[in-house]
């Protein structure tokens, strides 16, 4: 229910997307499972990565399995990213801004220091942001990214 609940956001059309830090398949596996999306996803941990293979081969799920870290990964920009539980907003804009198209869509669920997370990232990038709630946290909040630019730093 937790990755399902992204399900309505997906943009009209999507071709592809990418899942940051995949784990355990949430919610990249599950999206890709719900919707037919091909969906980009991207664990390090060789455990956690075979697992992945394991779980696309039995589903039939549409996904590439990309067993290295984030910064590594060589893909063409998506129109849809995210992300569950993988880092504080800041480093988490900083991981998927390369891998996102222009006119694209983050997606993080977030927990209850959502807030503080956002205040943060704004020192560094500028956004469009909206939050909305979470269906499975009472204190969490979905968050919906575009117009994602860094801020120029002067250095």
């Known amino acids: 229910m937790d990755s399902l609940q992204l399900l309505p956001f997906l943009p009209p059309?999507?071709?592809?997307?990418i899942d940051l830090g995949s784990g355990g398949g949430?919610?990249?596996?599950?999206?890709?499972l719900a919707s037919d999306v091909h969906f980009d996803l991207i664990e390090a941990d060789a455990r956690k990565a075979a697992f992945l293979k394991?779980?696309?081969?039995?589903t039939g799920a549409p996904v590439t399995i990309h067993a290295q870290r984030i910064e590594a990964v060589s893909?063409?920009?998506?129109?849809?990213?995210t992300a569950r539980?993988?880092?504080p907003l800041p480093?988490?804009?900083?991981?998927?801004a390369p891998l996102l198209a222009p006119g694209g869509l983050c997606l993080f669920p977030k927990g209850q220091s959502f807030d503080a997370e956002i205040d943060d990232a704004r020192h560094s990038w500028?956004?469009?942001i909206e939050?909305?709630?979470s269906r499975t946290s009472p204190e969490g909040r979905l968050l919906l990214i575009r117009d994602l630019r860094q801020k120029d730093t002067g250095r």
């Open 91 to 96: 480093k988490l804009l900083s991981l998927a």
């Open 131 to 133: 939050t909305m709630p």
């Open 54 to 58: 394991e779980a696309a081969q039995a």
């Open 13 to 17: 059309g999507l071709a592809g997307a």
């Open 85 to 87: 539980a993988l880092a």
């Open 26 to 32: 949430l919610p990249g596996l599950v999206l890709a």
């Open 126 to 128: 500028t956004m469009t």
């Open 75 to 81: 893909l063409p920009p998506s129109g849809f990213v």
